[in-house]
């Protein structure tokens, strides 16, 4: 079955929520590449420490640069669960 990307959006990238959260994330991104800490197709993904759903800010102290693999994966044990 191939994912329907349409449906996806409308279901849940479309929601008035979603898309506040999206932008506290491309503001954090656009504060960074002032900066010059990042490049558009650096594959540096910027993170929040604390993150945003855990009650983490947008502050420059809140914010990191890391390679995206690592930014966008968690540790797990051998049974695939979250460690």
């Given at each position: ?45 910027v993170g ?6 855990k009650g ?28």
């Amino acid at each position: 079955m191939r994912r329907n990307y349409r449906k996806e959006y409308d279901n849940y990238h479309s929601k008035s929520d979603q898309k506040k959260k999206r932008a506290q994330r491309n503001a954090a991104r656009d504060m960074m590449e002032k900066e010059g800490k990042v490049k558009k197709g650096d594959g540096k993904d910027v993170g929040h420490k604390k993150a945003l759903a855990k009650g983490g800010s947008n502050k420059k102290s809140n914010l990191k640069v890391t390679s995206a693999s690592k930014n966008r994966s968690f540790k797990r044990t051998k049974t695939a669960r979250m460690a």
